[in-house]
C-alpha cells in the first residue's frame, strides 16, 4: 500500500493538513522566539546598572584604601568610600536582578505565546492524525486477505455514497452477496481510495 498525496483526495487533504500543522507550529515558534528576544531588551538598562555599579564600587573601595593609609585620619576618611562602595554594589544587585526577572518575563510570555497554538496542535490535530494511520494500517493490512477484502467491501457498502456504489454494478449489493471477485475489488479499492491507500494487487 502506498499514499499517494496527488491522487487520491484523503491523502491530499492529510498531506496538505500536515504541511499546514508544521508551518503553524514553525510561525508559533518563530512569534515566541521573536517575542522572547524583544523582552529581553528589557535587560540592557539593568546590564548598564550593574556594569556602572560594579566600576563605581571597585573605584571607591580603591579609592577608600589609598585614603585609609593616610595617617592618624585615614580610618575616619576611611568610612565615606566604604559607605559609598556599599551603595554602589547595591546598584549593582538591583541591576542584576531586573536582569533576572526580565529573563523570567520573557520566558513565561515565551511558554505562554506557545500554549495555545502547540495545545491546539497535541489536542485536535494529533489525535486525528494517529486514528487516520491506524484506521490506514488496518486497511492495508485487511487488503491482503480475501477475508479482510471481504470486511473493505462490506465496509464502502455502508459508507460510500450510492452513485460511486452504482458505478460499480447495477445491483451491487447482490453481486457482493454472490462473492463476485470483482466487485468485491472494486468495493475494497473504493474503501482504499477513501483513506487514501491504493490497492497494490
Do not use: C
Not at 12 to 25: H, I, Y
Not at 102 to 123: E, I, N
Not at 156 to 176: H, M
Amino acid at each position: 500500500m502506498k499514499i499517494y498525496a496527488d491522487r487520491f483526495p484523503t491523502a491530499a487533504r492529510q498531506f496538505l493538513t500536515d504541511l499546514l500543522v508544521v508551518a503553524w507550529v514553525y510561525a508559533a515558534v518563530r512569534g515566541a522566539l521573536w517575542l522572547h528576544d524583544l523582552v529581553q531588551k528589557l535587560a540592557v538598562p539593568g546590564q548598564k546598572l550593574e556594569g556602572a555599579g560594579g566600576g563605581l564600587a571597585d573605584n571607591l573601595a580603591d579609592a577608600g584604601g589609598k585614603v585609609g593609609r593616610v595617617p592618624l585620619v585615614g580610618d575616619e576618611l576611611t568610612a565615606p568610600f566604604t559607605r559609598a562602595a556599599g551603595a554602589a554594589r547595591a546598584l549593582a544587585e538591583a541591576g542584576r536582578d531586573q536582569q533576572e526577572l526580565v529573563d523570567q518575563l520573557a520566558l513565561a510570555l515565551a511558554v505562554a505565546v506557545l500554549v495555545f497554538p502547540l495545545g491546539l496542535v497535541l489536542v485536535g490535530w494529533l489525535p486525528l492524525r494517529v486514528r487516520w494511520m491506524r484506521r490506514a494500517g488496518s486497511a492495508a493490512r485487511l487488503a491482503s486477505a480475501p477475508a479482510g477484502r471481504d470486511l473493505l467491501a462490506l465496509r464502502a457498502l455502508t459508507s460510500q455514497p450510492l452513485d460511486r456504489l452504482a458505478r460499480i454494478a447495477p445491483d451491487v449489493a447482490e453481486s457482493w452477496r454472490r462473492g463476485d471477485d470483482a466487485t468485491v475489488d472494486a468495493l475494497a479499492a473504493l474503501e482504499l481510495r477513501r483513506l487514501g491507500l491504493r490497492d497494490g494487487r
